[in-house]
Structure formats: structure tokens, C-alpha cells
């Protein structure tokens, strides 16, 4: 099964080195998204300071939402992904690679990104790498359920909106946790119990959602 | 022998064919408990509780309020176990309750919504109040719509079952999860200040009358979500010789055209 | 009956616009959700029983 895995992180992210626009989308989207809230907000440092972990965070779920039907849309419209059901027992593989390669081509360039974002935020030096932490261990928390919901809207017409719909409240725990913990920074607190209830929300995700997925692409195939 | 046939006999219940009258006859009763429920719960609730020293006569929200967030939390759940049932054992009967249910429960839950903020107001001064139990309420909200657009958004009737049913599954493991974050969000976020949806120190007349609203919402809910059920077996089996006869065409009449 | 008359009734201690607005509501909505089921079901019913008539 690690081989599918692999094999599959890999085509999936060679996939996306051809189409570089299409890779690039929900990092442009996160950048503007966050840049809009100066423009409506105000440009007033100590309020951009106290909304921006929560932009970023909003932003970060959102361009993982926008860009998760991606995922297994242009896998399902060429017949690829009907194929890789074939192979016995590779559910639970798929599910995982396609949440692994989402988050390598989305998730981690909004991690490396963010620090950018904390400095147009005028966030301290300490709030910043939390900001970057707290990324680390949800970004992927959000593509193991965009996956899910990705596969529960397969081939649907509405799907994009559907799935932002259905699985943004699942998102919830993992916003709350990471945006609290760069408050908790801003304000001078401690985050350890931010960091480790969304090191747990992470570790529970990442087993269950999988199965999930799974479960939803033979719903949506069979 | 006589094992094998009770629980023969209980699948019974599994189709729609027996499901489908037998329900027809409960609506009615369904019902009337409820009316007589609530009537007995708001003579109680309205007219004689006493008024609470501290937030006046509009306390009296109560009566509503916490029948319909509670309603609104077990009917969740109960959709979730019936959308499970009809996915574990391809029982369409239990995916229809499912689907039956989830309209009646997102009512509930903007219920909830609706007057938790009318109480807010004159206890809290504000129509909305961000406090752990409005917003679980207002998350619950949007658990319940993503349900409610999945399963028509899918044309094939079982693939929309399963998925609603996996949707609904993967909602209630983490409604926990969800309001114990909002619990840590808000005392994180609010300190110490009273929660406007606290209830007063109740005395047992109150406790009494709202006991009795809860059990009328229920009661309702029964009689609305077995006809909603009905309706729904009814438009999926249409071709079936159950349905035809539910509606007046006789056995016999039946045989002739099949 | 703890209330002196039925203006104090609806006066509700001055809640009255509250409390009354939230009773009404869900009144409403536990009136109309059965009328929009039993429509419902009664329409279904129709339309099978004319569909059998077709045949």
C-alpha cells in the first residue's frame, strides 16, 4: 500500500508541475484574499494585528476548499481515477495520496508563504512563527477533509460550493485552535494548549479522515 | 423455530409496504400528545410558573427555547443513526426516516437560533451573542444544511442515501469535537461573563413545564417526519404494487397490468 | 394563574415584543411545516393515483 502511496504523491505532483498555473491558483487566491482585509478594515496596525491571525487562517481554509475538487476532478473526467479503483484494496491509498499531494502542492506554499503575510500584519517575531506552526499542523488537517469532501461531491455539478458547504464545519476545531494559538502568542500567553489539541484534532483527522474517503469513493463509483 | 420467525417478523417493519399504513395510523395519535403536551407544558410555562427575580418574565423563552435546541441536537443524531442503518444493511425504508428527519431537525435548530437571540436581547442587551451554545447551535445549523444539499444534489437515489448517510456519520462523531472547541474558544475569548442562554434557578413548576414542551416537540416531530416519510416512500417506489395500493388501486387490478 | 389581567399577559413584565416574538414564530413554524408535509404527501398520492388511472 506505501507503494501506491507513492507512486500516486508522485503523479499527482509531477501532474502539477506541468500544470504550474493551475498549482499557483489558491496561493494567488490566499494573497488577495488577505490583502483585501487592510482595504476594508483599515490600515490601523494594532486592529490589523488582532484580526490577522484569524484572516489568515479563514484564507488558508478557504484556498484549501476552492482548490480540493482539483483533487480528483480532472482524475475523474479522463477516466484515470475509474482505473485506479480497479487495483484491489487501493482505496485507503488513494484517499491518503491525494490528501498528501494537496497539501505538499497547496497547503505547504501557504505555510511558506505566511510569514509575508505576518509581517503586512505587523506581527511580532514570536507571533509569526506561531502563525507558522499552527499552519504546519492544520494545513494538512484541511486537505484530509477537503479529500473527504471532495469525494462525497464527486462528479457533481455543484460541487465546489457543496463541499465549502459541507466540510467548513468540520474545519471549525482546527480554526479555532490554530487561530487561538497565534493570539495566544500576540498576547503574550502561552499556546502549548492550542498546539496540542490541534496536534490531537491532526493525529485523529489524519486516521480517520482516509477511511472516510475511502468509504466515499466507493459510494461515489460503485 | 419460533426465534427465526420473530425476527422475521420484525423485518417486517423494514418495508415499506407495512410502514407505510402502519405509520398513517400513528400520525394522528402522534399528534394529539402533542397538542395535549404542549397545551398542559405552556398552562404550566405561562400561566402559572412565577416570575424569575432576575431576568423578569422573559425567562418564559425557556419553554421553546431548550425544547428546540435539544430537539434539534437528538434529531441529528437519530438522522445520522437511520442514514447509518440504510447504508449498513441497504435498507432504503431507514434512509428515507433519514431524509425525513433532517428537514424537521434543521426547523428545530433555527427555532433554537431564533429565540436563543430574542432571549439574548433583554438579558444580554445584544440579538447575537457569540457564547459556546448559540454558536455550537449555529454550526449544528450548518451541519444540518450540508445534509440537506448533498442528498438532492445527487441524482442516483442510493448513491444519495450512502453519501448523506457517511455526511451525517462523520457530522455527529464530530459535533463533540465541535462544541468542545467553541467552549474553549469562548472562555478564552469572553472570560467570565455570563452566558444569556444561562437558565434561571429553576423551581420544579419550571422545570416541569419545560420537561413537558420537550416531550410535546417530540411528539411533533414524530407525527411531521412519519408523514414526511410517507411522502418520500411514496415518490421513490412509485412503480411499486405497494404504492399502488396505498393509494386505492386493488391487488387484483395490480396483476392485470404487470 | 399568576397574571391580573390579560394586558399583563402580554405585556410580559415589558418583554412582551420578546417574548411574544419568539412564541409567534415558532407557532408559526410548527403550524406551517405540518400544512407544507400533508401538501406534500396529499400531491404525491394525486399524482400516483392518476398515474394508475393512466394505465
Redesign the interface.
Known amino acids: 500500500m506505501s507503494t501506491t502511496f507513492a507512486v500516486l504523491v508522485g503523479r499527482d505532483l509531477r501532474l502539477a508541475a506541468r500544470r504550474r498555473i493551475d498549482a499557483a491558483l489558491p496561493i494567488a487566491f490566499f494573497t488577495v484574499a488577505i490583502s483585501l482585509f487592510p482595504l476594508g478594515v483599515g490600515p490601523e496596525p494594532q486592529t490589523l494585528r488582532q484580526i490577522a491571525p484569524g484572516v489568515v487562517w479563514v484564507a488558508a481554509l478557504l484556498a484549501a476548499m476552492l482548490s480540493v475538487t482539483q483533487l480528483y476532478a480532472t482524475d475523474l473526467a479522463d477516466g484515470s481515477l475509474e482505473q485506479m479503483l480497479l487495483v484491489p484494496d487501493a482505496r485507503l491509498a488513494i484517499a491518503a495520496a491525494k490528501a498528501a499531494s494537496h497539501w505538499l502542492v497547496t497547503g505547504l506554499p501557504l505555510v511558506v508563504a505566511a510569514p509575508v503575510f505576518g509581517v503586512m500584519f505587523d506581527l511580532s517575531r514570536e507571533a509569526i512563527a506561531a502563525l507558522v506552526a499552527s499552519l504546519v499542523l492544520g494545513t494538512p488537517v484541511l486537505s484530509l477533509l477537503g479529500g473527504?469532501g471532495a469525494a462525497?461531491?464527486l462528479g457533481?455539478?455543484?460541487g465546489a460550493v457543496?463541499l465549502i458547504?459541507?466540510i467548513?464545519?468540520?474545519c471549525?476545531?482546527a480554526l479555532?485552535?490554530g487561530a487561538?494559538a497565534v493570539a495566544?502568542v500576540d498576547a503574550g500567553q502561552s499556546a502549548r494548549g492550542h498546539y496540542s489539541?490541534l496536534g490531537a484534532?491532526l493525529i485523529?483527522t489524519a486516521v480517520?479522515a482516509p477511511l472516510?474517503t475511502a468509504?466515499?469513493l466507493r459510494?461515489?463509483t460503485e | 423455530m419460533t426465534t427465526t420467525s420473530s425476527r422475521l417478523r420484525l423485518y417486517r417493519f423494514a418495508s415499506p409496504a407495512t410502514f407505510y399504513p402502519l405509520a398513517g395510523k400513528l400520525v394522528p395519535w402522534f399528534a394529539a400528545v402533542a397538542a395535549i403536551l404542549a397545551a398542559w407544558g405552556l398552562w404550566l410555562g405561562m400561566l402559572r410558573a412565577p416570575t424569575d427575580a432576575t431576568q423578569g418574565d422573559a425567562y418564559r423563552i425557556i419553554f421553546i427555547h431548550v425544547p428546540a435546541a435539544w430537539m434539534s441536537m437528538l434529531l441529528y443524531v437519530v438522522m445520522a443513526f437511520w442514514a447509518a442503518i440504510g447504508w449498513a444493511f441497504n435498507a432504503r425504508l431507514a434512509s428515507v426516516v433519514a431524509r425525513a428527519i433532517a428537514p424537521t431537525g434543521a426547523m428545530f435548530t433555527f427555532l433554537a437560533l431564533w429565540t436563543g437571540a430574542l432571549w439574548g436581547k433583554p438579558t444580554w442587551g445584544t440579538w447575537w451573542v457569540w457564547d459556546a451554545r448559540l454558536t455550537s447551535e449555529l454550526i449544528l445549523l450548518f451541519l444540518y444544511a450540508g445534509y440537506l444539499a448533498l442528498v438532492p444534489a445527487i441524482d442516483d437515489p442510493r448513491r444519495a442515501d450512502r453519501a448523506g448517510a457517511l455526511l451525517a456519520i462523520v457530522g455527529s462523531v464530530n459535533v463533540p469535537i465541535i462544541y468542545f472547541s467553541v467552549v474553549w474558544w469562548n472562555t478564552l475569548h469572553q472570560g467570565a461573563s455570563v452566558s444569556p442562554a444561562a437558565a434561571p434557578k429553576m423551581a420544579a413548576i419550571m422545570l416541569q413545564a419545560m420537561l413537558l414542551m420537550t416531550l410535546a416537540f417530540w411528539a411533533y416531530a414524530f407525527a411531521v417526519i412519519f408523514v414526511r416519510a410517507r411522502a418520500i416512500a411514496l415518490e421513490r417506489d412509485n412503480a411499486a404494487s405497494w404504492a399502488g395500493a396505498a393509494v386505492g388501486r386493488t391487488p387484483a387490478q395490480t396483476e392485470a397490468t404487470t | 394563574m399568576i397574571w391580573n389581567s390579560a394586558s399583563d399577559f402580554f405585556a410580559m413584565g415589558g418583554y412582551g415584543t420578546y417574548v411574544w416574538g419568539a412564541y409567534v414564530v415558532t407557532a408559526a413554524c410548527m403550524a406551517i411545516e405540518p400544512i407544507l408535509v400533508a401538501l406534500r404527501h396529499r400531491r404525491v398520492r394525486r399524482e400516483l393515483a392518476a398515474e394508475e388511472e393512466r394505465r
Open positions: 473527504l462525497l461531491t457533481l455539478r455543484s457543496l458547504l459541507i467548513v464545519p468540520l471549525i476545531p479555532i485552535f487561538g495566544a489539541l484534532v485523529f480517520l472516510a468509504a466515499a459510494i461515489a
